[in-house]
């Protein structure tokens, strides 16, 4: 018998819900905010939640400042090539380390989480003796690499628990009416696990999108910078920002991603049992 939560438990609940929606929501409305304030209202002692004069002036002058569509497009191709690449190397992986419970797969399994505890500073400097060594500083092709060597651990960790998910017994019923191993991977698997790939597509796209150390210190001259790093540009020489561009440019960068989540989000738990549908 199952046990039904009291309106004032259920009201306190979204109430809570509400107030941590408000506490995400916050710095990203509040940047919208400044991106449309005039100069003399981002200097005011009394900053207002919403611009009395709002302009577009800021944006126009973070384009004439800054090669922020050159930016968007490199770190368009970094992060797109990072995902697919990751994707398709860690799904295989992740299928064997799950289907196949070995010493050896469980010794893979908790060196996947331990790497995601090294900081980057750890890993820099011989990182980029490798990618010098390879001639691939300053690179979009080395940056890639990068991309695609941080964000493996933690994809192949997630499409693991998504293979482990899947019920076993679809692919012996497979199996059983006289299809392949590969049939039933492209057949059954493949739809199954779905959305498990496009959620970590989609992990290792944002990841990507919004990396500033690795680009900062591997990518030198500016037309082959991505976004995150041309923002810095908006810091003067003592640390003073310009606010207002600042503000125009950061929310722009934020959109891809905004816009990538809400095309994929329904699709990662929509279809969740189309494989399972024997037509």
């Given at each position: 018998m199952t046990r039904r939560?009291?309106?004032?438990?259920?009201?306190?609940?979204?109430?809570?819900?509400?107030?941590?929606?408000?506490?995400?929501?916050?710095?990203?409305?509040?940047?919208?905010?400044?991106?449309?304030?005039?100069?003399?209202?981002?200097?005011?002692?009394?900053?207002?939640?919403i611009p009395k004069d709002p302009t577009l002036a800021n944006y126009r002058q973070a384009f004439d400042e800054q090669p922020l569509l050159e930016a968007a497009g490199n770190s368009l191709i970094v992060a797109f090539s990072a995902a697919v690449v990751a994707v398709v190397i860690a799904t295989p992986m992740a299928y064997v380390m799950a289907r196949h419970r070995t010493l050896l797969a469980r010794a893979a399994t908790g060196w996947v989480v331990i790497s995601q505890a090294f900081p980057f500073v750890l890993v820099i400097i011989?990182?980029?003796?490798?990618?010098?060594?390879?001639?691939?500083?300053?690179?979009?092709?080395?940056?890639?690499?990068?991309?695609?060597?941080?964000?493996?651990?933690?994809?192949?960790?997630?499409?693991?628990?998504?293979?482990?998910?899947m019920p076993t017994e679809l692919e012996e019923a497979a199996a059983v009416d006289g299809a392949s191993k590969l049939r039933t991977l492209v057949s059954v698997t493949a739809p199954l696990l779905a959305p498990g790939i496009v959620a970590t597509a989609l992990f290792a796209f944002i990841t990507a999108w919004n990396e500033f150390f690795f680009a900062l210190v591997l990518l030198k001259t500016p037309e082959k910078q991505t976004l995150p790093v041309v923002l810095t540009h908006f810091l003067g020489a003592e640390g003073a920002a310009d606010l207002g561009p600042l503000a125009a440019a950061a929310f722009l960068a934020t959109l891809p991603s905004l816009v990538v989540f809400a095309i994929i989000q329904k699709r990662i738990t929509g279809g969740m049992l189309a494989g399972a549908v024997k037509s």
């Open positions: 939560t009291s309106k004032p438990a259920r009201a306190g609940q979204y109430l809570a819900l509400l107030a941590y929606l408000v506490f995400l929501a916050f710095p990203f409305l509040w940047l919208i905010s400044t991106s449309f304030k005039p100069a003399r209202e981002l200097s005011s002692l009394h900053p207002t939640w011989p990182l980029f003796l490798v990618l010098k060594n390879l001639h691939l500083i300053n690179s979009l092709p080395g940056l890639i690499m990068v991309y695609v060597v941080w964000a493996l651990p933690f994809a192949l960790w997630m499409l693991v628990g998504y293979v482990r998910a």
